[in-house]
């Protein structure tokens, strides 16, 4: 026997097989359906249907297009669940790329065809591969929250096929490069953020967001529990790491206690210096008066000291992949390097790394040919 369960408005109601059926009325009196697995799923589309009614945002299921899909998740998920980076990443995405392309197409029309065409004409574009697979990221998590809603029956990205992920080729540092980069930068204000990059392999973000707070110098430790983002039309913002394993404790050894001692030193010279200018926010690189670095300048500062060691041009983040190589090289733990780093699995930090130094392989095998022959 059917029974059903009404509500003021719409209905959920037990339907055959048990499942379970929601239906919401429109303005103009035409009923919309959809049958459910659970109650609780009915339940749930029943009520976002009459949300949207209610704001004005509803568009019936077969008028949807991508671009309404894609700015309705944005607002009712995103802006809930993402990091603000991220959400500039994706807004720009979509607007500049996605919306163009597909924004017009309805929901119940996009294929797979069309994402696989999407795809082909930005890498024509000479987009990287990477970035196209982001794009589709984007596509099938939105759709995927679609079929969630109720609005379409399938999830069309699951047939397409993004782009095969390029990497880069990782750039690291020798040992003695790392030397004579060190030694180039030796008068540079900002000296001790560059040794603490290639000694603990810091991210360029925790390193504008470490405060003094956080630097236990008696016991050698730093605490990393906040990282600088430059946002769009925001300026530098302070936030969280991104995951659990970013959150981290890193020793440090005694050269670099005293290193920063005397960078607490030259800081506070800097303050009595700038006076009412000064604008305290505890950082430890901060720049002349005590507001936070932006990435742009320390990227000219690497670029600079690199060319006047004559030494091959790399990015910044190149000096965590120098730090890991180093790590590694001199006998590190692997483990020890994978929270040091911040890595969430010891897997992505051998994978990444290991295969960057021929003297661990040499050392492996020499290890085992003694091992069996005495």
């Not at 097989?17 to 029943?46: C, E, H, M, N």
């Not at 697979?133 to 995927?144: D, E, G």
Request: some cysteine; glycine content about 8%; overall charge positive.
């Amino acid at each position: 026997m059917i029974r059903r369960r009404s509500h003021n408005e719409g209905s959920i109601y037990e339907a055959p097989y048990g499942r379970w059926r929601a239906q919401v009325s429109l303005p103009s009196g035409r009923r919309i359906s959809k049958t459910f697995d659970d109650r609780k799923a009915a339940a749930a589309w029943r009520t976002a249907q009459i949300k949207a009614l209610q704001d004005g945002s509803f568009t019936a299921p077969e008028r949807i297009t991508l671009g309404q899909l894609l700015d309705r998740w944005m607002r009712d998920v995103g802006a809930h669940t993402l990091r603000p980076k991220t959400i500039i990443i994706y807004e720009s995405a979509i607007r500049v790329h996605i919306g163009p392309a597909l924004g017009h197409v309805r929901l119940n029309r996009l294929s797979p065809a069309d994402l696989q065409q999407f795809y082909s004409a930005k890498l024509a574009e000479q987009l990287s591969p990477t970035t196209v697979r982001h794009f589709h990221a984007l596509i099938h998590r939105v759709l995927r929250q679609a079929v969630k809603w109720g609005l379409v029956a399938r999830n069309v990205a699951d047939a397409a096929d993004p782009p095969r992920r390029n990497r880069p080729q990782t750039a690291v540092l020798t040992p003695d490069q790392a030397r004579t980069f060190l030694e180039a930068a030796r008068e540079d204000r900002l000296f001790v953020l560059y040794l603490l990059a290639i000694t603990t392999g810091m991210r360029q973000g925790e390193l504008l967001g470490l405060h003094w707070a956080n630097v236990d110098l008696e016991g050698g430790t730093i605490r990393i529990t906040t990282t600088m983002q430059r946002l769009w039309k925001r300026g530098m913002v302070e936030g969280e790491p991104k995951t659990r394993a970013g959150r981290r404790s890193v020793a440090i050894a005694s050269p670099l206690v005293a290193a920063l001692r005397e960078h607490r030193r030259c800081l506070l010279k800097e303050r009595l210096f700038a006076g009412g200018q000064w604008q305290d926010h505890d950082l430890v690189f901060p720049n002349t008066i005590g507001k936070p670095l932006t990435p742009t300048h320390l990227c000219k500062g690497i670029r600079r000291h690199l060319e006047a060691a004559s030494l091959p041009r790399i990015r910044f983040h190149d000096l965590r992949h120098t730090a890991a190589t180093l790590m590694l090289a001199v006998g590190i733990p692997g483990k020890v390097v994978q929270e040091t780093l911040g890595h969430a699995d010891i897997g992505m930090t051998l994978n990444t790394y290991t295969h960057l130094i021929p003297e661990l392989q040499r050392d492996g095998a020499d290890r085992m040919a003694k091992l069996l022959t005495g």
